[in-house]
């Protein structure tokens, strides 16, 4: 039977495992990424497991997340995430540099290798045929020091692309239909791999675009073909040396098959708040803008902003709306201003903000009161963009452009011709951002400089084989970690200060969560399906952690969180019945008993204050049972 190309990348990585649907696996990691906001900590962790150098082939430390600078903290886990990388072994990208996504693609992306980031949208890498997962800071730590990463054997889609994109229509367009399609738990167990003879006209950042957006749709994660576009990219990036062609097999087996044809592409928008949440631009009328916001790891290659700025050339920014613009890199920046492009969004009225995560994160940008934001980002949850009641649209860079133009939801086919853009045959080469580390034998001598925002990773305790605790939050379905730990302006800063981190616990849901877990000793959380989609922030698991949570029982988990969970010892339960979870009352003590049996069988019981007996299921491999009986990664690793 033939091989899916991320069955082959896989085969040529297996440590350990069976290629089953299902079966745990551990492959062997090449490349590890991590960014500034999960960044302290990973490092942190890796430090704790004590390994003296990186033992991957390249590790790069990014500063993109937290670039506000508007106390000591972030500075000073700049600065450590700094010493770290010279030290041991790590590129380190300065902030201003770019999105690590956008930077990685351009600059260390190799088709064929595997990678994995301490940033859910690492499958960007996918782009360029690589094998690049998101994961939460331990496990990249882990990998660092050289250790296997372990996932579930996913099932393996395919989605055929047929035809071309009409004019107007983008990359943006076929991740927000896929969407539609799948919603954002269709992913979930499997690996994407996009294909058919649509895909010879899209380029390295437009299949970018589609791989990272593929972290929406819950996947494991998503890969093209590695193909003379590929290797023009890699050219144009002077290292055309880096290439492989990289196919599935002719006769290779997929487990579902979608087709789209490209032709009947429409310009579409994933609607408040959820990434979705679809309509046709064409249906969205009379819906004015107060804000709109270009950039993010999604959407902002160089050719993304050409295409902004060729739309508002000799235009301006309508009176009423606040447009930014965030280029992915210092290369895009620099090309854009190279070629007068710059000059023309900047004479449209729209800001230039650095390029960084920015408003994705709720970094700066928050739109008014209610106000309705369009977007070229990757998600829309509620509250991310650090106003609650903002009603934040996902659309392409050229609805974005349009609409900015005219202060209303707008098809850009009405302002005419769709502008040509030319890329460059050679991209600008300067790498002076990115710092190299010392030699070994210097980085003996090197000092890690700390400053005091960073506090002790929270304390972990073995298991216990009876649990009894205060089901302190019931939640519905979708939630994702954005609601369990916020990010934005005001709390990122603390991400290596637990204790700080945990007072915005839940706040988007229930401000009063933190005080009530606390006070509780132990607690569970009732969560419906799709519990922890979204980012790969293990602080959505170490902050619940500090709070007393011992189990979190769903209807079923997204596939980073649950593995944060298990590296915190968070034992994730799913209900044999999802109907049981009407039976559960925030507020009542709960028990599970024999918990050591319960991970042998995949059977528990909880048995709710007035007596029901709820059954639940679970699924550990030995690896995760060793783990959770440690109370964790960290106290398992070190032994
Ligand atoms: C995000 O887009 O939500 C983030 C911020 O990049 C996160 C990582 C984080 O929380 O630091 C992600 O996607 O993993
Ligand atoms: Fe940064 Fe947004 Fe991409 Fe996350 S999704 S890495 S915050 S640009």
Known sequence: MGLTIAQKIIKAHLVSGEMIPGNEISLRIDQTLTQDATGTMAYLEFEAIGIPRVRTELSVAYIDHNTLQSGFENADDHRYIQSVAKKYGLRFSRPGNGICH?????????????????????????????????????????????????????????????????????????????????????????????????????????????????????????????????????????????????????????????????????????????????????????????????????????????????????????????????????????????????????????????????????????????????????????????????????????????????????????????????LPEKFKINDSAILLPADEKEAESLQILRGPNIKPFPETHPLKNDLCAELTLKVGDNITTDHIMPAGAKILPYRSNIPYLSKFCFAVCDESFAERAKAAGNSIIVGGSNYGQGSSREHAALVPLYLGVRAVVAKSFARIHVANLINAGILPFTFENADDYDKLTQGEKLRIDNVFEAMESGKATLLTESGEKISLVCSFSERQKDILKAGGLLPYTRG
């Open 102 to 422: 956008q930077v990685h693609l351009e600059r260390f992306g190799k088709p064929g290798k595997t990678l994995i980031g301490s940033d859910s949208h690492t499958p960007t890498g996918g782009g360029i045929g690589m094998l690049a997962f998101g994961a939460g800071g331990l496990d990249v730590a882990v990998a660092m020091g050289g250790g296997a990463y372990y996932i579930t054997m996913p099932k393996m889609f395919k989605v055929n692309l047929t035809g071309k994109l009409r004019p107007w229509v983008s990359a943006k367009d076929i991740s927000l239909e896929i969407l539609r399609i799948l919603s954002v738990k269709g992913g979930v167990g499997a690996i994407i791999e996009w294909g058919g003879d649509g895909i010879k006209d899209l380029t390295v950042p437009q299949r970018a675009t589609i791989t990272n957006m593929g972290t929406e749709l819950g996947a494991t994660t998503s890969i093209f073909p590695s193909d003379e576009v590929t290797r023009e990219f890699l050219k144009a990036q002077g290292r055309e040396e880096d290439y492989t062609p990289l196919c599935s097999d002719e006769d290779a087996v997929y487990d579902r098959v979608i087709d789209i044809d490209l032709n009947t592409l429409e310009p579409l928008a994933a609607c408040p708040h959820s990434p979705d949440n679809i309509k046709k631009i064409s249906e969205l009328k009379n819906i004015k803008v107060d804000q709109v916001c270009v950039g993010s790891c999604t959407n902002s290659s160089l050719a993304d902003m050409l295409k902004v700025a060729a739309v508002l050339k000799g235009r301006t920014v309508d009176d009423s709306v606040s447009m930014s613009v965030s280029p992915g890199s210092r290369q895009v920046l620099t090309m854009l201003s190279e070629c007068g492009a710059l000059e023309d969004i900047l004479a449209s009225g729209a800001r230039l903000l650095e390029c960084a995560c920015g408003p994705c994160i709720g970094m700066g940008f928050s739109p008014n009161s209610a106000g309705v934001s369009l977007r070229t980002f990757n998600r829309n949850f509620e509250g991310r963009s650090g106003t609650k009641d903002g009603q934040v649209y996902l659309v392409s860079p050229e609805v974005a452009a349009a609409s900015a133009i005219t202060g209303y939801i707008t098809d850009p086919a009405t302002l005419g011709d769709e502008p040509v853009i030319t």
